[in-house]
Each structure stands twice: as C-alpha cells, then as structure tokens.
C-alpha cells in the first residue's frame, strides 16, 4: 500500500474530508440565512454546489471511518477512479461557484455600493459564504490532488 498523505483511507484522507464538510455546511448556513441571496443566481449555484460538497463530503467520510476501523484497503485502481472522477467534477463545480460568487459579492459592495443602499442585504453573510466556499475548495483541491498522484504511482 502507497502512503500518500490525504489519501482515501487514511487519516489525513479523513481530516480533508471533515475539513470539507465543516466549511460547506458552513457556507450553506451562511447563504441559507443570508436576506436575499435567491434573487442572484450565482449565489442560488454556490448553495446548490455546496449542497453536492456536503452530500459527497459525507459519504466520503463515512466511508473512510469505516476504512479506518476495519484495515479496509482503498488504494486499488478501481476505487481511486471513482474517488479522482467525483474529486475534480466537484472540485472545477466549486471553482465556479466560489468564483462567481466572489464577482458578485465585490460587485453588490464595492462596485455598485448595494450593500450601502440596501442595508436589509446580508453582504457581510455573502461574504462569509463565499470565503468558507473557497476554503472547501482548497481542502478539495488538495485531496484530489493527493488521489490523483496516488493512482498515477500506483499505474506505474
């Protein structure tokens, strides 16, 4: 068994995935609690987007315990693809997510001063939203960076 660090099945795997879920759901509590946020539709995508983060992150996790507590090996071909395919599918989904939304919460608060103007919007929650949605990017990017790299050297 290769030991790459945040791979599936190991403990690092597991922190990554928790480390996912915990800023999803965080961002789709900020959003969902957020005065307004259905009326932009890039911030509608990025609470659909984090909802799909959570759901994956879950069963991910899940499944890594369950790895965990019973020395089940998860580092064969078959079982990397299916991680590396969901991985970067969610990951470039997030991306965009996380990226429009930042457009549209620099828009609303420094370009056309909504923010100012309209003080019932929750700019300061879109905000929040925006920043734990690219924290779970990151924490996506890097375990699909890590099984990815573990399916390359085991393909060797």
Request: a neutral charge; one cysteine or more.
């Amino acid at each position: 068994m290769k030991d790459v660090v945040g791979s599936p099945g190991t403990r690092g795997g597991l922190a990554l995935r928790v480390s996912q879920f915990v800023c999803a759901l965080g961002s789709v509590a900020a959003m969902g609690s957020s005065y307004g946020f259905t009326n932009y539709s890039a911030f509608c995508y990025l609470a659909f987007q984090m909802t799909l983060q959570l759901i994956w992150s879950f069963i991910l996790i899940c499944i890594d315990v369950h790895s965990l507590k019973t020395n089940w090996d998860l580092h064969s071909t078959g079982n990397l693809w299916k991680y590396v395919i969901g991985d970067w599918l969610l990951a470039m989904g997030t991306m965009a997510a996380a990226s429009s939304s930042t457009g549209v919460a620099i828009l609303l608060e420094t370009d056309v001063n909504f923010c100012r103007v309209y003080p019932y919007l929750s700019c300061s929650r879109y905000k929040v939203s925006v920043i734990l949605a690219s924290m779970a990017w990151s924490f996506m990017a890097a375990s699909a960076g890590s099984t990815f790299w573990l399916l390359v050297s085991l393909s060797e």
